[in-house]
């Protein structure tokens, strides 16, 4: 299948217009015509190769939406005509004990990523979304609501599912206490999520600027963080806090914030490991946990949740010869919330 697209074909390149060839359809494949392809910031430390050595010519792009347009003989979850999205990874062993549960980003032999890996066979090597077409086994991809705006679903497939997970693990809802550690393209999607569930929902930023966009998404509460003294009057007050920052912080003041059984989730991937106070952690039997993208039931429940509460994530919408601009505009912040790729533009 032909198909048009952007590729990094070196690290720290800039991306450009690249063809390539998707496979066939087999049994159990899907093909569909990407509509929107979302930019997320682990695209472009991938693409710099900044998390360590990576494949190149490289197609990002792991936040993938668009309409069926072929299913192989043995497809019976999707028909032409569907919206499908596929998200982070598309294959796992199928086999362990995560996997059979339905946590396939947590599969014991490695989840097959989107892009910059190979896939099962050890030998393809796995191209991502930003380009104009793509083939999937119908398993690894999910249904998207007729109701849903597709340029606003397409960071649900990272951004959105990385959010809702630990929310439901941690049971957030009516009578809880919900804490989002910065409003980014990750942040955003946890205070309309938190809300949406029923919390009542705190935001944690350096920028006052955002405090409008954040009450309007959902939050009853912002605090803006550059002055030390303001976590003094919210110890012991909130059940769960979610850490989106990657940049690196004074986690032991987020913990103090934490009630007994408390717990704080690190989503963002800060460049260096954190200190972390035993006392803190000891004092009220507070956690300190990671969360990583959902499964694929998780992800079709929180499609699903969207299509219910009208939850989208807020969007700026680009050209393909804008991608390189979006990533300088991305690691500078300047985005609200989250590019999306017009494939129509490849």
Request: hydrophobic share 40%; net charge negative.
């Amino acid at each position: 299948m032909e198909t048009r697209g952007y590729a990094a074909l070196a690290a720290n390149t800039p991306l450009q217009p690249f063809a390539f060839e998707r496979r066939e359809l087999r049994a159990g494949d899907i093909a569909f015509d990407i509509k929107f392809s979302g930019i997320c910031h682990s695209d472009i430390h991938q693409a710099r190769e900044e998390w360590g050595s990576a494949i190149f010519p490289m197609v990002p792009g792991h936040e993938i939406v668009g309409v069926v347009t072929a299913v192989g003989s043995a497809v019976t979850k999707f028909a032409i005509g569907d919206q499908v999205g596929v998200g982070v990874f598309i294959d796992s062993c199928r086999t362990c004990e995560n996997c059979l549960a339905g946590q396939q980003q947590y599969c014991l032999d490695g989840m097959t990523g989107t892009y910059n890996g190979y896939e099962r066979d050890g030998v393809t090597v796995a191209l991502g979304g930003y380009s104009n077409k793509y083939v999937i086994d119908q398993d690894y991809a999910v249904l998207v609501p007729a109701n849903l705006e597709l340029s606003g679903v397409a960071p649900l497939l990272c951004a959105g599912i990385t959010l809702y997970s630990p929310l439901r693990h941690w049971k957030a809802g009516p009578g809880t206490k919900v804490a989002v550690i910065g409003l980014g393209g990750l942040g955003h999607m946890g205070v309309k999520f938190a809300a949406a569930m029923g919390a009542e929902v705190t935001v944690f930023s350096h920028s006052a600027s955002k405090e409008a966009d954040a009450k309007r998404m959902g939050a009853e509460h912002f605090v803006v963080t550059k002055d030390p003294a303001v976590f003094e009057g919210l110890k012991e007050s909130f059940d769960l806090i979610l850490n989106t920052v990657s940049a690196k912080l004074e986690i032991n003041l987020y913990l103090g914030l934490l009630k007994l059984n408390g717990t704080l989730v690190v989503i963002g991937l800060p460049g260096e490991p954190y200190e972390v106070s035993a006392f803190n952690l000891l004092r009220l039997r507070r956690s300190l946990a990671g969360s990583m993208i959902g499964g694929l039931p998780e992800l079709q429940e929180m499609l699903n949740f969207c299509s219910e509460k009208n939850i989208l994530s807020d969007v700026e919408i680009i050209k393909a010869d804008y991608i390189n601009e979006a990533y300088e505009r991305t690691v500078a912040s300047d985005v609200k919330y989250r590019f999306v790729i017009d494939a129509s533009t490849f």
